[in-house]
């Protein structure tokens, strides 16, 4: 989430949870607009007291949208409705309500502290959240363990992409793959994230909250796949055609392939060294030489023992990310690519960001493991991973009638 800089005043206090700095000049964005002042001392305690902070931007008395949105046991398609009728939605994807109940995990497989809370308290510890750490061969041998299951739980789901299935039933593939591997699938209550799995289709950024939509002939769709196993998180990925209509959308083919070949090329300069800041710059040149926009809000993160964590890895150029890459660190790089506006916009679910003009988006993601002479893609792919690279369609021009 971005903040605001506004001007500093003395001896005003931060006011991020648990924080006693003295605050500095940013404030957040929205709380400006309802006139309120909320000043932190630096991004990454406005990012961890975002969960907290948000009540804040609620009228008083409202009860929260958990408690508004209708749960069943066995919800039907047919029966779907749209929770927000009066929002002003940017394009034509609307969320179908009710979602099904929240996907019980055996207690016999390993659980990350968020779990029961939904509140992630390892990761708002400063000395461990801004802490890039450099993983151990024990700690190595973990990531590609947990990376591997991740990629495996990605492809099952991939499978179940096709006209007529709901992103619910997806979510249910996903944590059923989960709970095969002896894994917790790492969304499920993060923050209070009510799904297993991130679906996000056409114009949705990130964030998609599986429900009783049916994907039709001509969407793409990213699903985003964690998994926690015996202590550790392996993050990935990739944004997939739905039927062929997809396939020959002149359109999508183009914002999806360049959202991978971003991926593609930002890893391709990863080594011991390479500064945080560097992908961000190779990113944006080959989106924007694809007549595409990078996303900015969101970026590539730390990740091993804890779900986010440091280095951010921005996909912009420009970014003041700080650090550089040495052995042993494992962090994601996630380009989110725009065929129109860059700026964003999230439903009232708190969670499904979205582009404001309602143009199509996609995205691709690795967890990557830095060595000593480059870098590791802990979760590549398989030789019979779906999906993969096609060839931009072939427009035949309509002939011209002449008098």
């Keep these: 989430m971005a903040a605001t800089e506004a001007p500093a005043l003395q ?114 510890v400063p000395a461990k959240r801004n802490k890039i750490s450099v993983l151990d061969e024990r700690e190595q041998e973990a990531m590609r363990k947990v990376c591997r299951l991740a990629r495996e739980v990605l492809d099952i789901a991939a499978r179940e992409v096709k006209p007529g299935v ?121 989106a924007k030489e694809r007549g595409c926009s990078v996303i900015k809000t969101y970026c590539g993160h730390g990740i091993n023992q804890l779900f986010h964590c440091a280095p951010n890895v921005p996909h912009y150029a420009q970014n003041k990310a700080v650090g550089k890459a040495k052995p042993g660190v494992c962090f994601t790089i996630e380009p989110m690519i725009s065929l129109g506006t860059y700026r964003d916009k999230t439903w009232p679910d708190d969670w499904t960001s979205v582009t404001v003009d309602g143009s199509r988006t996609a995205q691709f993601e690795h967890t990557l493991l830095v060595t000593e002479d480059g870098v590791e893609i802990l979760t590549a792919r398989l030789e019979d991973s779906p999906g993969g690279k096609v060839p931009m369609p072939v427009v035949i021009a309509e002939p011209v009638q002449t008098k």
């Design 11 to 124: 001896q005003r206090k931060c006011i991020g949870v648990d924080c006693t700095n003295d605050a500095g000049s940013l404030q957040c964005p929205t709380c400006l607009k309802l006139g309120k002042e909320s000043f932190f001392c630096a991004q990454n305690c406005f990012k961890k007291s975002w969960s907290e902070h948000k009540a804040l931007h609620k009228p008083p008395g409202n009860p929260p949208r958990a408690f508004l949105v209708r749960v069943v046991s066995d919800p039907k398609p047919a029966t779907a409705h749209n929770p927000f009728p009066e929002f002003p939605f940017t394009g034509s994807l609307r969320p179908a309500y009710p979602l099904s109940p929240l996907r019980e995990v055996p207690k016999s497989i390993s659980w990350p502290d968020y779990a029961r809370s939904g509140i992630p308290e390892s990761e708002r």
């Design 166 to 286: 709901t992103t619910d039933w997806i979510d249910k593939v996903v944590h059923r793959a989960c709970i095969e591997r002896d894994s917790y699938p790492s969304p499920l209550n993060y923050y209070h994230f009510p799904r297993s799995v991130c679906t996000s289709p056409n114009e949705v950024i990130c964030h998609g909250i599986p429900d009783q939509r049916k994907l039709v002939d001509g969407d793409i769709l990213n699903i985003d796949v964690t998994l926690y196993h015996r202590g550790f998180h392996g993050d990935l990925n990739e944004t997939y055609y739905v039927g062929p209509k997809a396939l020959a959308d002149p359109d999508s083919v183009r914002v999806v392939e360049a959202a991978r070949d971003c991926l593609d090329e930002a890893i391709k300069i990863v080594k011991p060294d390479m500064l945080f800041r560097e992908p961000g710059r190779v990113i944006e040149k080959l």
